[in-house]
């Protein structure tokens, strides 16, 4: 199986983008609920799905006593949960507190792996390893073109902006920064496409070993 994109022309006159082609994701329209989830696990475990399920119901619960003792949350394979929230400023130090909080939000920084690409040979006759970090969740997926332009298809990715205003108190670090904090600032279209292009950067930079 594969995540499935379909290919779509931008016909915004007024973007940068306009005429240019872009992959758009499409989504099944139904969701992948906790008892599909707790089945699958119980192939892959030697555990009853009945005890999978009681664990993964208890898991949103678990999670929100830890953030509201000021925690992060780290899941393997995963990656990091934290909280995170806008506020309005004010001029005066003193007319700043937790009165000046907006909108909350759950921040996720996913695990990344780092891959190796290849190798460069240096002038001195040494070599060294370049590498990618790529995210774990995602390091295996495939895409795959399909024709069923009735499923559900999201915003393409490049071809809108993940920029807004607010003031966020606290953001994630990476690649997942412009994703965040233009997914909850800058509208629905324009934050997604800015966590699509945050993330896709993350991923692009490339390192080496010296």
């Given amino acids: 199986m594969s995540q499935k994109f379909i290919k779509s022309q931008n016909k915004n006159s007024h973007s940068l983008a306009y005429r240019k082609y872009f992959t758009k994701a499409v989504y099944d329209n139904s969701f992948i609920e906790t008892e599909q989830l707790a089945e699958f696990i119980q192939t ?6 009945s005890d999978i399920k009681a664990v993964l119901d208890e898991l949103g619960g678990a999670m929100k006593h ?27 130090l003193e ?27 240096k002038t001195d006759g040494s070599v060294k390893q370049k590498y990618v970090n790529a995210i774990t969740l995602l390091k295996d997926v495939t895409f795959e073109e399909t024709h069923d332009n009735a499923m559900n298809a999201s915003t393409p990715s490049g071809s809108g902006s993940g920029s807004g205003s ?19 600032n800058g509208g629905n279209n324009g934050g997604n496409n800015g966590g699509e292009g945050g993330d896709n950067g993350g991923e692009g930079g490339t390192g080496f070993d010296e």
């Fill in 95 to 121: 007319d700043c507190g937790a009165a000046n909080i907006t909108t909350r939000r759950v921040l996720f920084q996913p695990e990344t792996i780092r891959v190796v690409v290849g190798q460069e040979k």
């Fill in 166 to 184: 607010g003031t966020g108190t606290v953001t994630p670090s990476g690649g997942n920064n412009g994703g965040n904090t233009g997914g909850d």
């Fill in 44 to 49: 892959q475990a030697s555990v009853k799905k």
């Fill in 66 to 92: 830890f953030f509201e003792m000021g925690q992060k949350i780290r899941l393997d394979g995963i990656g990091i949960f934290k909280v995170g929230f806008s506020s309005i400023g004010v001029a005066r």
